[in-house]
């Protein structure tokens, strides 16, 4: 793989490292499993944190980014993944504010809705409830 030079020195050492290890038939097999189980539980963790509000997709990328390094079927998925999220960021930017502010509204909405089941389902806690018990006691 020729070097090119556009890109920053520590991604040319990666690369360099990365083809090094394998040109050995057991450090391949090394890197294939360290980074199939390596993206695995990034993707894994990233999955369970899908249903709470905080960036549960993003750690799923990240995870597909790490398996991209190894396993062709990963980066054809991850550069799937970019093109239509950033397909979806340039249409929203192209919209009216209004029409930005009813999809950010629907955006919390959908995120509270969200952390509202999983207190419900995770800790059994009836946030709507006890706020409603509240306002009627005080």
């Given at each position: 793989m020729p070097?090119?030079r556009d ?11 990365l083809a ?10 090394a890197l294939?499993?360290?980074?199939g ?26 995870g ?26 340039n ?6 504010l ?8 629907v955006?919390?909405?959908f ?21 409603l018990?509240?306002?009627a006691?005080?």
């Open positions: 070097e090119r890109r920053p020195r520590w991604r040319r050492r990666v690369s360099t490292t090094l290890i394998r040109s050995n038939p057991t450090g391949r097999l294939r499993v360290i980074i189980v390596l993206g695995a539980l990034v993707v894994a963790v990233g999955i369970l944190l899908i249903p709470l509000p905080g960036p549960g997709w993003l750690i799923v990328i990240a597909l980014g790490i398996w991209a390094v190894e396993f062709h079927w990963a980066k054809r998925l991850l550069t799937f993944t970019r093109r239509h999220v950033h397909g979806w960021a249409w929203v930017k192209r919209q009216s209004a029409v930005r502010f009813v999809l950010g509204a955006g919390i909405v995120v509270g809705a969200v952390a509202l089941i999983s207190i419900k389902l995770s800790l059994d806690i009836d946030v709507i409830a006890q706020v018990h509240y306002f006691t005080h």
